[in-house]
């Protein structure tokens, strides 16, 4: 880490020196922290001093006898059964908020602070983040944490890197051997990186190698790789599972310990974060993104109050409190087909937010709410939302 930050290579940010910047009026303020402004932003706290934590190493052939009498912890998780130690996809639409929540998320694992009101491990964490340059992440850094620390020496950016097969996995684990105590690498995004397919084998086992390295890395070192990926432009099936909707291959989800969807409708600031893996719950959680602190927060529910939505259930379950209660009036309504609304309407049901009144008739079960009360769009423009990514 000490090397790192003695000799920045281009690309490369140490987020002490990003703290020190100021302001960028000329060229030759780039990346050189001003003299005037070394000592730091005022109310930054001192980097916190992490315990180096002693990794397990486990066999590779074992009977089954033998594995019956080990003594074998739970599986490890950075952010308590949200994300595990191995390898994580975190995909959603471009613009839809993903790197504001990489940014929280890089902050609350080198504080140890919470992360959506989630217990953390605490330690060091890289971001490379590929897609960004070093004016951007301190606009947003500003904005997110105006009176923090920005994590210290226990966070570190790269805004390039060679591709994956050409010296970018060397990259990761040169900062995982000096690093003090890493938890976190989060990729942003995987086709920055990702290495051509220049052999003649399939898509799905090119992706397969890709990721089973990354992941050999992630157990090796007992921490996250969290790659940031996009959705295809199309999305999914009307009713079909929204994890299908990753870009590329199915190779990036099957080979993945979690996999997360941000989902958000355009200009709102609702969201949904779907997740489903190994050691996970498969759930989703409702998130409202808080335009003043620029940060996604749980959606607080009442009890009794409905679950997180998807915006195509979203709509559905507003069609039917508009007065429309047959799937054939619904699929009109929202020009959809009807297999995806019987989907929908399923999976309403399963939620014990709709019932059927009668045969291929549905109404809502709590008239008490009201539309803006559930976890969905409402429909609210904010024009931050056009910077997001």
């Known amino acids: 880490m000490q090397a790192i930050r003695d000799n920045v290579q281009p690309g490369t940010i140490a987020v002490t020196d ?17 003299p005037e402004l070394t000592d730091g932003v005022s109310d930054s706290a001192p980097a916190p001093k992490l315990p180096k934590r002693i990794r397990p190493v486990y066999p590779t052939t074992f009977t089954g006898g033998q594995l019956r009498t080990m003594v074998v912890p739970p599986p490890e998780f950075v952010v308590d059964n ?3 130690v191995g390898l994580t996809v975190l995909a959603g639409k471009q613009k839809v908020g993903k790197s504001w929540l990489l940014l929280d998320l890089a902050l609350a694992i080198t504080s140890g602070n ?11 964490v890289l971001y490379l983040a590929l897609e960004n340059h070093l004016p951007r992440l ?5 904005k997110l944490a105006p009176h923090g620390s920005w ?14 097969a050409e010296g970018g996995v060397e990259v990761i684990r040169k900062w ?27 898509e799905y086992s090119h992706i397969t190698q890709v990721l089973g390295e ?14 940031v990926h996009h959705v295809r432009k199309g999305g999914v099936e009307e009713g079909g599972d929204p994890f299908d909707g990753v870009m590329g291959s199915t190779a990036m989800t099957s080979n993945a310990d979690a996999t997360l969807m941000l989902e958000r409708r355009r200009m709102g600031d609702e969201g949904c974060l779907a997740l489903t893996g190994r050691d996970v719950s498969e759930r989703r959680v409702a998130l409202r993104f808080d335009s003043e602190t620029f940060r996604w927060h749980l959606d607080e529910v009442e009890s009794g109050a409905a679950p997180a939505l998807s915006p195509e259930e979203g709509k559905v379950l507003d069609a039917i409190r508009k007065g429309m209660s047959k799937p054939t009036e619904i699929a009109k309504y929202l020009n959809k087909g009807r297999t995806a609304v019987y989907a929908q309407l399923n999976t309403l049901c399963e939620q014990g937010l709709i019932e059927k009144a009668s045969e291929g008739v549905y109404t809502v079960v709590s008239s008490d709410l009201e539309l803006s009360e559930y976890p969905q769009n409402n429909g609210a423009a904010h024009d931050m939302f056009l910077d997001l990514i």
């Open 18 to 34: 990003l703290a020190n910047v100021g302001p960028l009026s000329t060229e030759a303020h780039l990346g050189v922290p001003r």
């Open 82 to 84: 949200l994300l595990p």
């Open 114 to 124: 919470p992360f959506l009101g989630i217990p953390t491990q605490q330690g060091d």
């Open 138 to 142: 301190f606009d947003r850094l500003s």
């Open 151 to 164: 994590g210290g020496d226990h966070l570190t950016f790269c805004t390039a890197m060679p591709n994956l």
């Open 176 to 202: 995982l051997e000096e690093a003090p105590n890493p938890r976190l690498v989060m990729l942003d995004v995987f086709g920055r990186a990702a290495p051509e397919n220049k052999s003649k084998r399939d």
């Open 214 to 227: 990354l992941q050999a890395l992630a157990f090796e070192y007992g921490i996250s790789l969290t790659i």
